[in-house]
């Protein structure tokens, strides 16, 4: 009969989080599981067929804690803006993770635009309610302003960004009102058909 594992999963997985949490996703390996959790590698073995197995469950554990930040910043007034800010927030007190999440492919697909989607999914129905816009309207201002959310978390995490918070968020909000304002007072932005040479001629003039 084979010994009992002194660590369970989820302790198993919390110790890989603080490897990578420390290290980044590709320092996670058997020894240095093993290491953090002061045992040998046959422990890592018996609780994951496979190191990818363990990184498979902290890449889901990083989701859950990012989704805890999009939660609180849906509870905070204007929600999109404090989902922005707390996607923010998420690049600077978890750079590591941040870099699991949205800089790091996985099985071949793009990981920016999965995980673009799966925000989309979590503040698709707040956008609706507090903006007045229609679902694929909410979707096109949605994918714009994150365009401009994730460079500025991308600069942080590669400690390129110059800007502080404050900054940051009239940044958000500068980008947010223009781009509400487009959409909403310019037939034909959204598809974009309209005619750009005459909406800028005309912004010109004022």
């Known amino acids: 009969?084979?010994?009992?594992?002194?660590?369970?999963?989820?302790?198993?997985?919390?110790?890989?989080?603080?490897?990578?949490?420390?290290?980044?996703i590709d320092a996670l390996t058997a020894k240095a599981l093993a290491a953090e959790l002061g045992v040998s590698t046959q422990p890592v073995f018996t609780c994951f067929h496979t190191i990818e197995e363990a990184k498979r469950e902290v890449r889901v554990a990083a989701e859950q804690i990012y989704d805890r930040y999009i939660e609180e910043g849906l509870h905070m007034t204007p929600p999109f803006y404090g989902v922005g800010m707390q996607?923010?927030?998420?690049?600077?007190?978890?750079?590591?993770?941040?870099?699991?999440?949205?800089?790091?492919?996985?099985?071949?697909?793009?990981?920016?635009?999965?995980?673009?989607?799966?925000?989309?999914?979590?503040?698709?129905?707040?956008?609706?309610?507090?903006?007045?816009?229609?679902?694929?309207?909410a979707d096109r201002y949605f994918r714009d302003m994150w365009f401009v959310v994730h460079g500025l978390a991308t600069l942080i995490v590669t400690d390129e960004c110059p800007y502080t918070e404050q900054e940051i968020g009239a940044i958000l909000t500068g980008f947010s009102v223009s781009l509400c304002k487009a959409i909403k007072e310019i037939p034909g932005f959204e598809?974009?058909?309209?005619?750009?040479?005459?909406?800028?001629?005309?912004l010109v003039k004022k």
């Open 1 to 24: 009969m084979a010994p009992r594992n002194k660590y369970t999963r989820g302790e198993m997985i919390e110790a890989a989080m603080r490897v990578v949490r420390e290290h980044g």
């Open 191 to 202: 598809e974009g058909t309209f005619d750009r040479d005459a909406v800028f001629a005309e």
């Open 87 to 137: 996607y923010i927030r998420f690049a600077k007190e978890e750079p590591e993770l941040y870099r699991l999440l949205f800089l790091t492919p996985t099985n071949g697909t793009n990981s920016f635009m999965a995980a673009l989607g799966h925000s989309q999914d979590l503040v698709r129905e707040s956008l609706k309610e507090t903006y007045h816009m229609e679902t694929a309207t």
